[in-house]
């Protein structure tokens, strides 16, 4: 028999909502961004992105079950994001499992952000298993997890001090791109010439840690010395050759995390594994190096709420359970 999972995700400015097979397939898929809200701010408003929650939330799962054909009494698990996250904005979704699961008398199962976020490599990939290392590359995180089996997980690499995704938003704000800052980084560099900026790229030795404080400093710099001179930084040119140094940091310290530890599987997850830079450069240095790269779909790599059910589905396979004692877990580390 199936295992039907619902998931709902609310953890930062999109409300989700969605129905999954065993883990793997994705019924409906629901998704109500508010980041066209937020540009108007430049940036999320936590308390704004709260209120937009409680609003849409429960049309976002009456909506997912209405397209996946599935009603409440033919889910097995209610399963929602604990954390990490805006608080306010949790709260939302976590209230809104509680509620469902006492009314369906469903079990209730608090998910990982990044756990979804990495689990959303199984919707797409029938031969996606342990051991594997995974690249968390998001807003808030950048990590490298090596990934054994299921009871053996270690996060390798971290971040020191911006997350890669807070290091793009920030320049892509600055440079007049607006929010959010990624996808239009992005589209800006598209046509524009790597090569034209130099920027500096960081690594440790012995270490498999990040940092891009550094990069974002000399990025500030070059704006602010067009700035004084009365130039202007060619935005095409520029978004291009930051977005390359960051995705070579990024692809370096992967690649080198799976010779290391002679693992030939790499996944990315998280909102900025949807730069095409990035997989442009993935995955040619996977090939060169003969690893096995998975990546999801651009649609699956932000914010959703398949990969919470996908999860789900993995931690219910588990025994995971969870009672109304379930909270928002802001700053939880997996
Ligand atoms: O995983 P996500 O949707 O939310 C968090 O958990 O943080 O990731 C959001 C991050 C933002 O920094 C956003 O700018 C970045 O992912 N992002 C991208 C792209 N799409 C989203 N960064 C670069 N290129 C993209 N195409
Ligand atoms: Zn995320």
């Known amino acids: ?39 108007t701010f430049g940036g999320v408003v936590p308390e704004l992105a709260s209120r937009m929650h409680v609003e849409t ?34 709260l939302v979704g976590i209230s809104s499992a509680k509620g469902l699961s006492e009314v369906s008398g469903k079990p209730l199962i608090g998910v990982g952000h990044i756990d979804s976020h990495v689990a959303a490599n199984y919707l797409v990939h029938d031969d996606f298993t342990e051991p594997y290392v995974a690249l968390i590359v998001s807003g808030g995180h950048t990590e ?35 929010y959010p800052g990624g996808p239009k980084m992005d589209a800006a560099g ?36 067009a700035t004084m001179a009365n130039k ?12 390359r140094t960051i995705s070579e940091v990024l692809v370096e310290n992967s690649i080198k995390a799976c010779l290391n530890l002679n693992c030939r599987r790499l996944c990315l997850a998280g909102g900025v594994s949807a730069n095409s830079v990035l997989r442009k450069a993935m995955i040619r240095a996977c090939e060169q190096n003969q690893i096995k790269l998975y990546y ?10 398949a990969m919470v059910a996908a999860a789900g589905y993995l931690y219910y396979c588990k025994g995971v359970r969870d009672d109304l004692s379930l909270n928002a877990q802001p700053s939880l580390r997996q």
């Open 1 to 39: 028999m199936k295992i039907i999972t619902l998931g709902i995700e609310s953890s930062c400015d999109e409300t989700a909502c969605a129905v999954v097979s065993d883990g793997t397939h994705v019924l409906s898929s629901v998704i109500s961004s508010q980041a066209g809200f937020h540009s």
């Open 57 to 90: 939330i429960i049309p976002c799962v009456r909506e997912a079950l209405e397209v996946s054909g599935k009603s409440l009494s033919d889910i097995d698990a209610i399963c929602v994001t604990k954390g990490p996250g805006l608080v306010g904005a949790l």
């Open 144 to 178: 490298i997890v090596y990934v054994q089996d299921d009871r053996h997980k270690e996060v390798i690499g971290r971040t020191r001090d911006d997350a890669a995704g807070e290091a793009i938003d920030k320049i892509a704000r600055v440079i007049g791109l607006g």
């Open 190 to 225: 598209k046509d524009g010439d790597s090569s034209a900026y130099s920027f500096p790229r960081t690594f440790f030795p012995e270490s498999f840690d990040f940092s891009f404080s550094g990069l974002k400093t000399a990025a500030l710099n070059i704006i602010n010395q």
């Open 232 to 243: 202007e930084i060619n935005v095409s040119d520029f978004s291009a050759s930051y977005l």
């Open 296 to 305: 999801p779909p651009i649609e699956l790599c932000t914010d959703n709420a």
